[in-house]
């Protein structure tokens, strides 16, 4: 059912003012006050509570079209959030629902309805854990390992970013299928965590360690699955031990995409020819048919207690420009959210 409108919000925005060259910085964004529209047939009136911080964030401010359309200068900068309805002119949606959707790095968002998703309540799951676990990032971790990487009892899984938020799910899903899970943090906090509380075999911190060693010592057996988020020295790093019939699963290369100018490809590219290796890159939104089948099995293992996840909770929308750059210098343990308002009720 529908619910009227109950009348303008002040919403406070951070617009993109310019692209930014290498690391965004604050002064690329500026901070805005504007009345929200008054909302017509088909659209809904959004109070935002969180705001999903993602390295794609910095894809997005490129004067390109990537997977979705270039983001026009002036315009409020695009994220994935949660949020309240407090006023509905389309049916289906109504004040008072949880919601998830394109809400942007704003306190309300007011348009279109189209793309967002009711989020269901439940007992002793945080909202928040619908941008980790039994969101896009556990999906991202469960169809890169599961579907492109298809591990197998006895293999070795090596997982980059590994204390971050999909590499953290991703090495604990490769336990359950029965992997060796070797994973590469850039903190003895991170290589610490991965191993005592979730489980990996081993941790190598690959700002400290020569890396090709490090993997040689903590992969005896070679390589068997590579899930790589990061690119560049880390990726070329695990290449020189892939082993036969290795998979390289593409989820992210986030090293790259604060680099002004054009990135070196790898140097041990040659492995795959010899070791008839698979890179197979994928997209999260390539699998939303079958999301519900993830957030299933998400859900039983969470519960069985084989899948944890951390949130890194920032407060303030204020802070969004500052706390991305978290997720390129490592200052992020988990899902990096920030909380904008109040959830109600609380
Ligand atoms: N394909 C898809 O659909 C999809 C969906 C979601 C995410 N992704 C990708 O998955 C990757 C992880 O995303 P996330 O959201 O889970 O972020 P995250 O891992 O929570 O945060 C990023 C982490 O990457 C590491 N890092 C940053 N720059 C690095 C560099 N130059 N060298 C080595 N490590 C670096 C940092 O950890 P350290 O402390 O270890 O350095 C940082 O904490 C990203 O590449 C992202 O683009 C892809």
Known sequence: MATPVSGPKTSS?????????????????EWVEEA????????????????????????WMEPVDS???????GAVMRGVTIGVVEASRQRGF?????????????????????????????????????????????????FGLMDIGQPKAGETLVVSAAGGAVGSLAGQMG??????????????????????????????NYKKENLSEALERACPKGIDIDFENVGGAVMDAVLGCLNLGARVVLCGLISQYNAAGPVAGPSN??????????????????????FGEATAQIVQWMQQGTLKYRIDLVDGLHEAPKALNRLFDG???????VKVSDEPGK
Not at 274 to 282: I, L
């Open 67 to 73: 997977y979705l359309p270039m983001l026009p200068l």
């Open 94 to 142: 109504a004040a008072g629902d949880i919601v998830q959707g394109l809400g942007g790095w704003q306190s309300y968002y007011a348009g279109d309805a189209a793309g967002w998703s009711k989020l269901p309540r439940i007992p002793g799951v945080p909202l928040t854990a619908f941008f980790g676990a039994m969101g896009h990032i556990g999906f991202s971790a469960y």
């Open 175 to 204: 336990k359950i299928a029965g992997c060796r899970v070797v994973g590469i943090t850039g903190s003895d906090e991170k290589c610490e965590w991965i191993q005592r509380d979730l489980g990996f075999d081993a941790a190598v």
């Open 36 to 59: 929200t529209p008054e909302l017509v047939e088909g659209q809904i009136l959004v109070r935002i509570l969180y705001l999903s911080l993602d390295p794609t964030n910095r894809i």
């Open 331 to 337: 200052g992020n343990t988990g899902k990096l959210v």
């Open 13 to 29: 925005q951070w617009r993109l003012r310019a692209r930014p060259q290498g690391r965004a910085r604050e002064s690329d964004f």
């Open 269 to 290: 590219f040659i492995h795959i020819l010899g070791r008839r290796a698979r890179v197979q890159g994928f997209l999260v939104t390539d699998f939303s048919s079958r």
